[in-house]
RNA sequence: GAGGUUGUAGCUCAGUUGGUUAGAGCGCUGGUUUGUGGUACCAGAGGUCGCGGGUUCGAGACCCGUCUCCCUCCCCA
């Protein structure tokens, strides 16, 4: 034998009745989807480097997958650069094109490219893997799916109303039982560096800020000192290490602590239009929570920061989204808005198999398997399942006349839902037994009779 | 990218301080005579113990390297 295959490290295989649950999945989430008027599009798998690099920051170009250059194009290597050991702009010259790392980046390269086709606003989903050079861990691949809904060409309030709903819809239907839906505004964030005097270091307080959960006030006060934000800086932010309550009282908190910065107050007025009109809308399962320390990595984003976390499952966010007033401008199309959303399948997969909270058939099996008795009997079979078949019901006929006791081993494997017998006995009466593998319940009926019980 | 951990049959794992032909359960295949599965009984197949090197008379067990899994950080879906 060969040497044992595998297959890459954070990637997997997925079997019958995995895909039928990813497909359950995806189904559940497109229907939305489409209720809220977004269309499918669909973009290739690999851009052209240039499109992605530079447009998540540092950490998200280290984890783009290059694809190498090959034939007369490895001659542009740049030796130059290997040589004066600048690496990053030597695999620059080694690769032309990269896997997609988002979807929302190459839908900023797709709406500036075909403008002219489209009108706006412009709704559109998007259900495709993408790839991460990343370390895999728990929840975490190196190829996952998104599946993204995203609006440009409009800065209504209105969308992000949608999106929250949407959340709502999507995890309601996948039988989430409990579901926190984060909002934060990202002009809040400017105002609590405008506020502190320290509009340059916006990111750094952000990312510290984002850590409040996880180390704590006394950690975040340790990054923000390591990232040269001042004590006085400092004095000012840590007032928003005690904000809490309802959400109205976070808002009150807030409007006091940004009274002074426009951008700042602008952000709590967004927010507040949302949560009013959500509240207005209801909500099936989900909670809103306004949460401050909510950041986001990505740069682009400039108004509103959603994040989803599952109650009671140990997993990181399984949807996050935002609003980038000028995501295309990066692709020479400045002034237009967008505002979208993702859900990450590959999470929402595990943790429905962690909460087992799959609909009962949700797997890939068949319904109707005819049992092999001999040439004659299979013939008659399979001009069976060919109007079967057209009627929409899934059959197939047991490939050849082995022990009745194999035939029904392969049945329950395949948890086939009936098994017709047809044997030399039932072609002459003309009398097929069909029996329900779940009930162990036989009964016989005719040709017409078997159509007409799974049509209905 | 930094640190830690794991790796034995298809799956879940056992395997005493290194010592003969590496085990179990589940699954799989066949059987328990006539055309009926999910239960029972019987039998069988299946492992160069992640991979490569080293220490030793002898290594699944010890050492080094490497890959993978999982975990923490980073970042995120």
Request: aromatic share 10%.
């Amino acid at each position: 034998m060969a040497q044992k295959p595998a297959i890459p490290k954070g990637t997997r295989d997925f079997l019958p009745d995995e895909v039928a649950r990813r497909t359950y999945i995806f189904d559940t989430i497109k229907s939305v989807f489409k209720t809220y008027g977004f269309a499918p599009i669909e973009t290739p798998s690999f851009e052209l480097s240039s499109t992605l690099l530079g447009k998540y920051g540092e950490e998200g170009d280290r984890l783009i997958f290059r694809i190498l250059n090959s034939g007369e194009k490895m001659k542009k290597a740049d030796l130059d650069a290997l040589k004066s050991e600048n690496l990053a702009r030597f695999a620059n010259s080694l690769a032309e094109k990269a896997l997609r790392y988002d979807l929302t980046v190459p839908f900023a390269r797709f709406v500036v490219q075909h403008q002219n086709d489209l009108s706006f606003p412009f709704k559109r989903y998007q259900i495709q893997p993408v790839w991460r050079a990343d370390r895999p861990q728990h929840g975490r691949y190196q190829e996952f799916y998104q599946c993204d809904a995203d609006v440009v060409g409009s800065d209504s309030l209105l969308y992000e109303v949608d999106f929250v709903q949407i959340f709502d819809q999507v995890l309601t239907n996948l039988q989430i039982p409990g579901f926190t839906i984060k909002i934060n505004n990202r002009k809040i964030l400017s105002g609590i560096a405008e506020v502190s005097g320290e509009s340059d270091k916006l990111i750094d307080i952000t990312v510290a800020i984002d850590k409040l959960d996880k180390v704590g006030e006394e950690g975040v006060i340790k990054e923000l000192l390591e990232k040269g934000v001042s004590e006085n800086a400092i004095g000012i932010i840590s007032p928003l290490f005690q904000i809490g309550g309802s959400n109205e009282e976070r808002l009150a908190q807030m409007k006091t602590f940004l009274k002074d910065s426009e951008i700042g107050l602008k952000g709590i007025e967004e927010l507040e239009f949302v949560l009013n009109q959500t509240t207005e809308l209801g909500l099936e399962r989900a909670e809103i929570e306004f949460d401050v320390t909510l950041a986001r990595g990505l740069n682009y984003y400039t108004g509103a920061i959603f994040e989803v976390k599952v109650h009671d499952v140990k997993m990181g966010s399984i949807c996050g989204g935002g609003r980038y007033d000028d995501l295309t401008g990066l692709f020479g199309l400045s002034g237009l808005s967008g505002v979208g959303i993702s859900f990450g399948a590959d999470r929402i997969y595990d943790v429905l198999n962690e909460l087992d909270l799959y609909p009962e058939d949700t797997n890939a099996g068949l319904t109707l398997l005819f049992a092999n008795f001999g040439d004659k009997e299979a013939a008659y079979c399979m001009k069976l399942t060919k109007k079967l078949r057209q009627i929409g019901v899934d059959c197939e006929v047991y490939p050849s006349a082995v022990k009745m006791q194999k035939q029904f081993k392969y049945a329950d494997n395949r948890k086939v839902k009936f098994v017709a017998l047809i044997g030399d006995d039932e072609l002459t009466k003309g009398q097929l037994q069909v029996k329900n593998m779940e009930s162990g319940e036989q009964k016989a009926m005719t040709e017409t009779e078997l159509l007409q019980f799974f049509k209905g």
